[in-house]
């Protein structure tokens, strides 16, 4: 099974919301990815954890606060977001043994108004 | 600075006529080369992962090939519902951050 998780499928918020999205894996994978996706462009990395603490942090915006509370799980914590966070956001996880293919999940589709 | 660069842009197909998508990369020391299959508003699918050059791996209408500067993603007859982006990627030995290309969008008419 290489099924990644993600909820919800669709988020629209205002930007003064606060709002999470989840990803979740059952593979006993150790290394979680964050991307955002705008239309016709490839993934662009946010976030990595790596048995569970975060050690990639490119450069996000504050106003977005990865968590990983435990192994299988992930959340993107949103806040005061802007128009122009619109995006798919995709959550990714690889095994974290040197054998790094990564496996996406569905993606959240993120509409800021 | 790893790179990489995925051509043509956007490829228009007939059914059944076969081509090749190509994937130039420069990277410190290449810790995998990965193919995958995007439909619109979905996320990447996996298709395959290579290692070194020489490698290659098939899967149904797909063969992926590596050479020490690029990967080539052969699709051998394709039909209309192979149309989607092929995203290519590459990882060094030196982390966690994985290169993306920019994508060919492949289109199959019937």
């Known amino acids: 099974d290489t099924e990644v998780t993600q909820t919800p499928k669709h988020l629209v918020m205002g930007m003064t919301n606060k709002k999470s999205l989840k990803c979740e894996q059952h593979m006993g994978h150790r290394a979680m990815y964050w991307y955002k996706q705008k239309a016709k462009k490839p993934p662009e990395l946010m976030f990595v954890y790596s048995y569970e603490k975060l050690s990639i942090n490119e450069s996000v915006p504050s106003r977005f606060s990865p968590e990983c509370p435990n192994s299988s799980l992930l959340n993107l914590h949103l806040h005061a977001l802007q128009p122009e966070d619109s995006a798919l956001y995709l959550c990714a996880s690889s095994p974290g043994t040197g054998e790094e293919t990564q496996y996406f999940g569905p993606g959240t589709r993120l509409l800021v108004l | 600075e790893d790179q990489v660069t995925q051509s043509p842009e956007a490829l228009r197909l007939q059914e059944g006529e076969s081509s090749s998508l190509n994937c130039s990369y420069t990277?410190?020391?290449?810790?995998?080369l990965f193919w995958y299959r995007q439909d619109p508003g979905k996320g990447p699918e996996f298709l395959f992962t290579l290692y070194s050059a020489g490698e290659e791996k098939e899967k149904e209408r797909l063969k992926a090939t590596l050479t020490k500067k690029e990967s080539f993603l052969h699709i051998t007859a394709p039909k209309p519902e192979d149309s989607a982006t092929y995203l290519c990627?590459?990882?060094?030995?030196?982390?966690?951050?994985?290169?993306f290309g920019a994508g060919t969008r492949l289109f199959v008419k019937a």
């Open positions: 990277v410190s020391g290449l810790r995998g």
């Open positions: 990627a590459v990882r060094n030995t030196g982390g966690f951050k994985t290169i």
